[in-house]
Antibody, heavy 119, light 106 residues
Framework: QVQLVQSGAEVKKPGASVKVSCKAS????????ITWVRQAPGQGLEWMGW????????NFAQKLRGRVTMTTDTSTSTAYMELRSLRSDDTAVYYC????????????WGQGTLVTVSS | SYELTQPPSVSVSPGQTASITCSGD??????VYWYQQKPGQSPVLVIY???KRPSGIPERFSGSNSGNTATLTISGTQAMDEADYYC?????????FGGGTKLTVL
């Protein structure tokens, strides 16, 4: 069965960086892209961006451009999302999810990774 | 930037029909996706491409999209359907989510 397993919770100080991993299994990793979505405590879903696992093409939310990097390692079927210059309002649960294209729906989601930014 | 507007909350009695709307400019020209999220859990896709149900989603979930409004309809609502629901669409190379609707079954 399709599974996306994310790395564990992180606590970071303002200004630091965080890198979240997402290991996929149960399907051909290079056949689907990976979308990243975050959710601040008690808030709605916010799209962060999408990466093609086949070509490495990326598409980012405008407000995060310049602070976020998305990469994949096809040899281990793992996707990574790095967010730099962390601020307190980056505190959120970060989800990786499978998305055929950036415009398509998201059919499988990881369990989420809580990133807390606090001094 | 493009916006999708959902009512913050909808209430329904068990066994009745719940309708959750999602409004956006010319939304009917775009595909709409709907997600269900229960407390402490990851979202689950319940409707894709306006009105299609993924495998494993009960038939009581249906969707429509026309004009400026998409609607998620839950027929014969059950207590287990109580959750937050989010709509999603694509505009100008960005994914946009609605603000979410809390469905209460009482």
């Amino acid at each position: 069965q399709v599974q996306l397993v994310q790395s564990g919770a992180e606590v970071k100080k303002p200004g630091a960086s965080v890198k979240v991993s997402c290991k996929a299994s149960g399907y051909s990793f290079s056949s689907y892209g990976i979308t990243w979505v975050r959710q601040a405590p008690g808030q709605g879903l916010e799209w962060m961006g999408w990466i093609s696992t086949y070509k490495g093409d990326t598409n980012f939310a405008q407000k995060l451009r310049g602070r976020v990097t998305m990469t994949t390692d096809t040899s281990t079927s793992t996707a990574y999302m790095e967010l730099r210059s962390l601020r307190s309002d980056d505190t959120a649960v970060y989800y990786c999810a499978r998305g055929d294209t950036p415009a398509a729906g998201i059919d499988y989601w990881g369990q989420g990774t809580l990133v807390t930014v606090s001094s | 930037s493009y916006e999708l507007t959902q009512p913050p909350s909808v209430s329904v009695s068990p066994g009745q029909t719940a309708s959750i709307t999602c409004s956006g400019d010319k939304l009917g020209d775009k595909y709409v996706y709907w997600y269900q999220q229960k407390p402490g859990q990851s979202p689950v896709l319940v409707i894709y491409e306006d009105n299609k149900r993924p495998s494993g989603i009960p038939e009581r979930f249906s969707g429509s999209n026309s004009g400026n409004t998409a609607t998620l309809t839950i027929s014969g609502t059950q207590a287990m359907d109580e959750a937050d629901y989010y709509c999603q669409a694509w505009d100008s190379s960005h994914v946009v989510f609605g603000g979410g609707t809390k469905l209460t079954v009482l």
